[in-house]
């Protein structure tokens, strides 16, 4: 028997291109472990009513290691309509299977790495003030609260009145009073002091093992004062046990001018959901975007380690396929890591590494091209060609 079992769900879209590549690069490097294939995504939304099958959630439950591609998903009524006709009408209502499995298992701490490769043609650059241009090395870790906030699925259009009932204990509530339901929509941003501790101390605790000087609070407590400014008083309390390290704060709006700025200046980075989401976007845009940005999602017992792109689906039919595996390959290196495996977590980053500086195999996204089967003759590798390069570096 292998040492590690792991839940392996390709889910929808390219999501079914890039995990069967990376599985080719763990079995390269020797990673001792079977492969369980769980369902989810749009096709079991359409026949059985539900993304996010109970079967899959029992295996995860079992091996409490997963591997995610990406799932399709869409908004409420668009995936109503898509329902199979004889599922209409039984009140069932689309969740993004993903969200739902990070709310399930507690997956609270959501880690994104967004880490230059040298070489990497779609590494930010800057012009200096003598008309030349820089290439600042960008090296940040965004933590994400992964299960509250604005994600937290308390929401309504036409709120009941038991709803409108309590926030009108709230005198900011009276500018709103006369709003008729039905005209209403409410997302609500929960915050909870447990949730705000441990994403909080996640991130000292890495700053400290990976020898990061400081952990910036990105948040907007000057005007979410209660969620945001809960966040940063756990902050202020977390930063006590970790004295080597600075507490910085900032403010969402003003990290995102500052990250094309002077990326250079941020190492781990804490935010809520939404925030974290955001910012984690722009900054993989700084080192290559979602074909280079990875992460994990991680909770007490389980873990779920995934690409943060999502399933591409104007890519989905093309063969040879062409998207980049490398955000699938570097998610797998942060599951290495996360089970101990850190040799070989290391060298899957060199050989992507070197895939990268060597500029020979490279998809579309690298290449600076629109995306589309012309892309193979433009000189574009494929998804499989890059995967081999890796494969090859690891020898
Ligand atoms: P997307 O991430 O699927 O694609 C956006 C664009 O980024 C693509 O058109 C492509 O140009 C590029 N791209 C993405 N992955 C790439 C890769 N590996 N290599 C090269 N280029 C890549 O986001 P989009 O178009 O907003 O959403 C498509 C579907 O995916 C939607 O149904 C959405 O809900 C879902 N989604 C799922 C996520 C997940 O599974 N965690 C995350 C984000 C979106
Ligand atoms: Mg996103």
Redesign the pocket.
Known sequence: MARYTIVTMP?????K??LPETLRVLEAIGFDADYVHADIG?EYWVEEGNPLPDRTLDLLREFKLGL???????PKKLAAAELNPELQDKGLSYF???VSMRQVFNLDVCIRPCQSFPGNPLNFIRRTADGGFEEPVVDAVIFRQNTEGLYCGLEWTNPPDEVREALSSHPKYATFAATPSEELAISMRLFTLNGCRRIVTAAFEYAKKHGYKSVTICEKPNVLRETSGMMEDVAVEVQKDFPDIQHWSTNIDAQMMWLTKNPENYGVIVAGNMFGDIISDGFAGLVG???FACSGNIGDDVAVF??????????EELDPP???????VLSAAMLLDHVGETDQAKAVRDAVAAVVAEGKAR???MMKLT?GPDSISQGAAT?IQVTDAIIEKIG
């Open positions: 889910g929808d879209g390219i999501g291109v890039v749009w995610f591609g990406a799932i399709t998903s869409k993004s299977p993903i975007g979602l074909g995934e690409p943060t792109h999502g399933s591409a689906p104007k890519y062409i998207v980049n595996p490398i955000a699938m998809t579309y996204d995306g998804s």
